[in-house]
């Protein structure tokens, strides 16, 4: 048989998966019985989850979510949190992501923003879509160096990349001049053409009155909330031991 030559060919081409495949199908006496076709689709299915968990592992590593290995199936839903399981549902569709649309969470600490906010990015990184997570001071850190060493519009185009842009723990300290400016800056350039996930323990009706300065609170409530689905999380905190996980 021509199994090593063939092998060292699929090699070559970096079908690495598919070479492995065929290499154990030669071992297996069962598999001659099979029809061309279901051989041919087990190389093609081995090949291809190969590279969707590469792609995958590749996505999540960039994307540097605080809580990797948050995901969709592992939220829980206690009768005190008031979680829409069926939203919830519906937002790991993706289409949010498809049609450029954000997700606001909010609550009180502990109560699993966090978790969410990075579940839903995880689904998007699995649904083929770029995320980034940020904390909102790091954010703000990271674009205030930029600007100071020459590198702020190559930092500004890397966020506006990501599909799904997290920005964790918003509103969390007063906001400078500055931040304000940087703010409009990434959320201009991700309004109609990318999503953002802000988790914050203030209510978006009062992100105008944070924000402060009336023409960039109204431009960035406008382009921030306009087109958001809204997730509100209640409950005590479940940081507390006598309470669930985070989840």
């Not at 090949?47 to 592992?74: G, M, P, Q, V, Y």
């Not at 702020?152 to 997290?166: H, N």
Request: overall charge positive.
């Amino acid at each position: 048989m021509l199994t090593e030559p063939t092998t060292e060919k699929l090699i070559a081409m970096r079908l690495d998966a598919m070479a492995t495949t065929w290499r154990d199908q030669t071992g297996k006496p069962d598999v001659h019985n099979l029809a061309f076709d279901e051989r041919f689709g087990m190389l093609v299915d081995a090949e291809w989850l190969h590279r969707e968990n590469k792609r995958l592992a590749t996505a999540l590593r960039d994307a540097k979510l605080r809580l990797s290995s948050a995901c969709i199936e592992d939220i829980d839903y206690p009768p005190k949190r008031e979680l829409d399981k069926a939203q919830i549902r519906q937002l790991a569709t993706c289409r949010w992501v498809v049609e450029h649309q954000n997700v606001l969470i909010t609550g009180a600490t502990g109560t699993g923003k966090t978790y969410v906010a990075c579940a839903l990015a995880q689904q998007a990184c699995r649904k083929g879509h770029r995320a980034l997570y940020r904390r909102a001071a790091r954010l703000f850190s990271e674009l205030t160096l930029a600007r100071a060493d020459g590198t702020y519009a190559r930092v500004l185009a890397k966020i506006a990349r990501a599909d799904v842009l997290v920005i964790d723990d918003f509103a969390m300290t007063p906001i400078t001049d500055a931040e304000r400016r940087d703010l409009f800056e990434v959320l201009d350039d991700r309004h109609g053409n990318r999503s953002t996930i802000i988790s914050s323990q203030v209510p978006p009706k009062r992100f105008h009155d944070y924000i402060a300065e009336p023409t960039h609170a109204d431009a960035i409530c406008d382009r921030l909330i306009h087109t958001a689905h809204k997730l509100v999380l209640k409950g005590p905190s479940r940081r507390d031991p006598r309470e669930a996980s985070e989840k």
